[in-house]
């Protein structure tokens, strides 16, 4: 096992070590820092000094070398639009996102799981069925238009909710969170919904089938055979070995749900990480470009590690499978 | 017997001709790629020519609404073109896009997984573990990060006139690694056969025994994860185009469409966004069907989420 979690680790620095490459290079390509800075008022000869001074003109591997330091040390530079650090943006925006995803996450729970294993129990029932071809559905219609549809009917048309923002916010340290008021959650309920719209549909054909799959399984005829209560056999024996699976793919999930985000953002002005990611691509803003990637990145890979450790303590063969 | 009697008498005909909804899906795709190939004689006005396009024409409701008028059909959108005719031009833009996207990534991915699954070793590690990485993050997120750079890198004017080979390139490379994946799974259980063995022995190559003996066995499901992969990327192209990151709205797509009307729908322009968004979700929603259709007839184990 701990061989197992070494490699693991190591694996999750190798990719850390790659995304910091790359967030590099943007930072080289994508616009002057210099013209940034400066403005245009300020002659050649004072540029040239600047860019001497910034070290623009050493090495790229010392570039690197200073570039990696700094974002160990969680400096990823400064924004030029907000002319305040990078990492203080980001930090400030992702409250809104991960409510965000934290309500859509529970939305996902709550309807995929009974709905999962109920038509995977009773797949030839009417409902299953309807069910069944509902999803496929859901799953056909982009994110950004559930939620265009969603901004139509219920705030134009009838005008129950709100259509941007955040609503009304509670600071609690550093965190503004609108759950804490109704006007919060009247305004994360339409962003929420349209968020997890899209990967509803793919958690309840995924839960059932593996259910399914697993109620064909030897130790469950075995469980009927011992003449066990049917809620016992579902709840207990089946819908157990079914989270396994579902727990990986979650994980999986989790690059979707963010790349989803940026969607859901932008339709409903929701002040965190996408909408700032794509404010920043307007802007042509390197620094603040960097440090998304870089942060995504960072959540991503621990997130995944995480998820694969947690998989590895609970099912030991994937150790197993793993050593070469 | 000739190939039309073999494949009449197929298992794959034979349970097509009893699915309704997976006929009603192939004549709904039929009818939509046809529309997109002959847009030119179909589409009642041509989109991209300014001569056609009046500004006073701009924002009219669809025929059946109270002030449109029978000369637009579905209206016109914020520029006065005819929704109608960009809709079948940008259908056209978003059904080139999704095929040439999943040209490229299955010539990538089939490539990669045939002979990294054949020779194994340290190359099948390294692109597995590439492949890992790559869907951890989601080919979405990939593609929005790679199509954002290189807009901030050449910008927003030339990058509208390479849009189009540049997002088949974005969509192709950021989904690549289904394909390997699925292949490499299938390579790994045939390898094992005797054929295979049989072709060894008998002093083969190794890439004639992958391309001649092997990937033909590997075909279905290769079927299968297309006709998903075309669903995919035009998803991917729509919401690529929605954020402003691909066709630029001269020659909109689908999503670049819904992008325009979005800013419209709150003065009640709902049919720029909502007819668009229509015909996506069809045109998708048809490629679904077929296949989830043809996963049931080959039922091959494809790789989840």
Same mark, same amino acid.
Do not use: C
């Given at each position: 096992?701990?061989?197992?979690?070494?490699?693991?680790?190591?694996?999750?620095?190798?990719?850390?070590?790659?995304?910091?490459?790359?967030?590099?290079?943007?930072?080289?390509?994508?616009?002057?820092?210099?013209?940034?800075?400066?403005?245009?008022?300020?002659?050649?000869?004072?540029?040239?000094?600047?860019?001497?001074?910034?070290?623009?003109?050493?090495?790229?591997?010392?570039?690197?070398?200073?570039?990696?330091?700094?974002?160990?040390?969680?400096?990823?530079?400064?924004?030029?639009?907000?002319?305040?650090?990078?990492?203080?943006?980001?930090?400030?925006?992702?409250?809104? /996102?991960?409510?965000?995803?934290?309500?859509?996450?529970?939305?996902?729970?709550?309807?995929?799981?009974?709905?999962?294993?109920?038509?995977?129990?009773?797949?030839?029932?009417?409902?299953?069925?309807?069910?069944?071809?509902?999803?496929?559905?859901?799953?056909?219609?982009?994110?950004?238009?559930?939620?265009?549809?969603?901004?139509? $009917?219920?705030?134009?048309?009838?005008?129950?909710?709100?259509?941007?923002?955040?609503?009304?916010?509670?600071? $609690?340290?550093?965190?503004? /969170?609108?759950?804490?008021?109704?006007?919060?959650?009247?305004?994360?309920?339409?962003?929420?919904?349209?968020?997890?719209?899209? +990967?509803?549909?793919?958690?309840?054909?995924?839960?059932?089938?593996?259910? +399914?799959? &697993?109620?064909?399984?030897?130790?469950?005829?075995?469980?009927?055979?011992?003449?066990?209560?049917?809620?016992?056999?579902?709840?207990?024996?089946?819908?157990?070995?079914?989270?396994?699976?579902?727990?990986?793919?979650?994980?999986?999930?989790?690059?979707?749900?963010?790349?989803?985000?940026?969607?859901?953002?932008?339709?409903?002005?929701?002040?965190?990480?996408?909408?700032?990611?794509?404010?920043?691509?307007?802007?042509?803003?390197?620094?603040?470009?960097?440090?998304?990637?870089?942060?995504?990145?960072?959540? +991503?890979?621990?997130?995944?590690?995480? &998820?694969?450790?947690?998989?590895?303590?609970?099912?030991?063969?994937?150790?197993?499978?793993? &050593?070469? | 017997?000739?190939?039309? #009697?073999? *494949?009449?008498?197929?298992?794959?005909?034979?349970? *097509?001709? %009893?699915?309704?909804?997976?006929?009603?899906?192939?004549?709904?795709?039929?009818?939509?790629?046809?529309?997109?190939?002959?847009?030119?004689?179909?589409?009642?006005?041509?989109?991209?020519?300014?001569?056609?396009?009046?500004?006073?024409?701009?924002?009219?409701?669809?025929?059946?609404?109270?002030?449109?008028?029978?000369?637009?059909?579905?209206?016109?959108?914020?520029?006065? %073109?005819?929704?109608?005719?960009?809709?079948?031009?940008?259908?056209?833009?978003?059904?080139?896009?999704?095929?040439?996207?999943?040209?490229?990534?299955?010539?990538?991915?089939?490539?990669?997984?045939?002979?990294?699954?054949?020779?194994?070793?340290?190359?099948?590690?390294? *692109?597995?573990?590439?492949?890992?990485?790559?869907?951890?993050?989601?080919?979405?997120?990939?593609?929005?990060?790679?199509?954002?750079?290189?807009?901030?890198?050449?910008?927003?004017?030339?990058?509208?006139?390479?849009?189009?080979?540049?997002?088949?390139?974005?969509?192709?490379?950021?989904?690549?690694?289904?394909?390997?994946?699925?292949?490499?799974?299938?390579?790994?259980?045939?390898?094992?056969?005797?054929?295979?063995?049989?072709?060894?022995?008998?002093?083969?190559?190794?890439?004639?025994?992958?391309?001649?003996?092997?990937?033909?066995?590997?075909?279905?499901?290769?079927?299968?994860?297309?006709?998903?992969?075309?669903?995919?990327?035009?998803?991917?192209?729509?919401?690529?185009?929605?954020?402003?990151?691909?066709?630029?709205? #001269?020659?909109?797509?689908?999503?670049?469409?819904?992008?325009?009307?979005?800013?419209?729908? *709150?003065?009640?322009?709902?049919?720029?966004?909502?007819?668009?968004?229509?015909?996506?979700?069809?045109?998708?929603?048809?490629?679904?069907?077929?296949? #989830?259709?043809?996963?049931?007839?080959?039922?091959?184990?494809?790789?989840?989420?």
């Amino acid at each position: 096992m701990i061989a197992f979690m070494i490699r693991r680790l190591f694996q999750a620095l190798i990719v850390i070590f790659i995304i910091s490459v790359i967030g590099f290079a943007i930072k080289q390509s994508v616009g002057d820092p210099v013209r940034e800075l400066t403005g245009i008022s300020v002659s050649e000869e004072e540029r040239d000094e600047f860019r001497e001074k910034l070290g623009l003109n050493d090495p790229w591997f010392v570039q690197y070398g200073r570039f990696f330091g700094d974002a160990i040390q969680g400096d990823l530079g400064t924004s030029f639009f907000y002319k305040r650090p990078a990492t203080e943006v980001i930090l400030e925006k992702a409250p809104a /996102t991960l409510e965000l995803v934290l309500v859509s996450s529970l939305i996902i729970l709550f309807f995929s799981v009974p709905l999962g294993v109920f038509s995977a129990i009773k797949p030839d029932s009417l409902f299953s069925r309807a069910l069944m071809g509902s999803s496929i559905v859901g799953v056909s219609i982009p994110v950004f238009l559930t939620a265009i549809m969603m901004v139509y $009917l219920f705030s134009i048309k009838l005008g129950w909710l709100p259509s941007f923002g955040r609503g009304e916010l509670v600071m $609690l340290g550093g965190w503004g /969170t609108g759950l804490l008021t109704v006007d919060g959650w009247l305004h994360i309920l339409m962003p929420s919904i349209a968020l997890s719209s899209i +990967m509803l549909p793919l958690f309840i054909r995924l839960i059932r089938s593996e259910m +399914m799959e &697993v109620l064909e399984s030897e130790y469950i005829k075995y469980a009927w055979a011992k003449g066990l209560s049917h809620r016992r056999v579902w709840f207990v024996h089946a819908f157990k070995n079914t989270l396994l699976p579902v727990i990986t793919v979650g994980g999986v999930q989790l690059g979707v749900t963010i790349a989803f985000t940026i969607l859901t953002e932008t339709v409903f002005q929701w002040q965190g990480l996408g909408f700032m990611f794509m404010e920043a691509v307007e802007r042509s803003d390197a620094p603040l470009l960097v440090a998304y990637l870089m942060f995504v990145g960072i959540v +991503m890979v621990g997130v995944n590690t995480i &998820v694969d450790l947690i998989y590895g303590l609970v099912n030991p063969t994937i150790r197993i499978a793993g &050593v070469k | 017997m000739n190939r039309l #009697d073999k *494949f009449r008498e197929s298992f794959l005909w034979y349970s *097509f001709k %009893r699915d309704k909804v997976a006929i009603a899906s192939l004549i709904v795709l039929m009818v939509l790629f046809l529309a997109a190939i002959f847009a030119p004689l179909i589409a009642p006005y041509n989109p991209y020519d300014p001569e056609m396009i009046d500004i006073m024409n701009s924002e009219i409701p669809p025929a059946w609404e109270e002030e449109g008028v029978a000369e637009f059909l579905l209206g016109t959108d914020s520029q006065g %073109r005819d929704m109608l005719s960009t809709m079948i031009y940008g259908m056209r833009i978003s059904i080139i896009i999704g095929l040439g996207a999943v040209a490229l990534q299955a010539i990538l991915g089939v490539l990669i997984g045939l002979f990294a699954g054949y020779h194994g070793g340290r190359l099948d590690a390294f *692109f597995m573990r590439a492949a890992d990485v790559q869907l951890s993050f989601s080919y979405l997120m990939v593609a929005i990060f790679m199509s954002a750079i290189l807009q901030a890198v050449v910008g927003v004017a030339k990058f509208g006139e390479i849009a189009i080979p540049f997002l088949v390139l974005v969509i192709g490379l950021s989904q690549w690694p289904q394909y390997a994946r699925t292949v490499r799974a299938s390579v790994l259980a045939e390898r094992k056969k005797e054929y295979v063995e049989a072709a060894r022995v008998a002093g083969f190559t190794s890439s004639r025994i992958i391309l001649d003996q092997i990937f033909p066995n590997t075909l279905s499901p290769i079927l299968v994860l297309s006709t998903i992969q075309v669903a995919n990327a035009v998803m991917s192209e729509a919401a690529l185009s929605f954020l402003g990151l691909g066709m630029p709205i #001269d020659r909109p797509s689908l999503g670049s469409l819904i992008n325009s009307g979005f800013e419209l729908i *709150f003065s009640g322009a709902w049919w720029i966004t909502a007819l668009p968004g229509l015909l996506l979700v069809i045109l998708v929603l048809s490629i679904n069907m077929l296949g #989830d259709f043809l996963r049931d007839v080959f039922n091959p184990k494809l790789y989840k989420g």
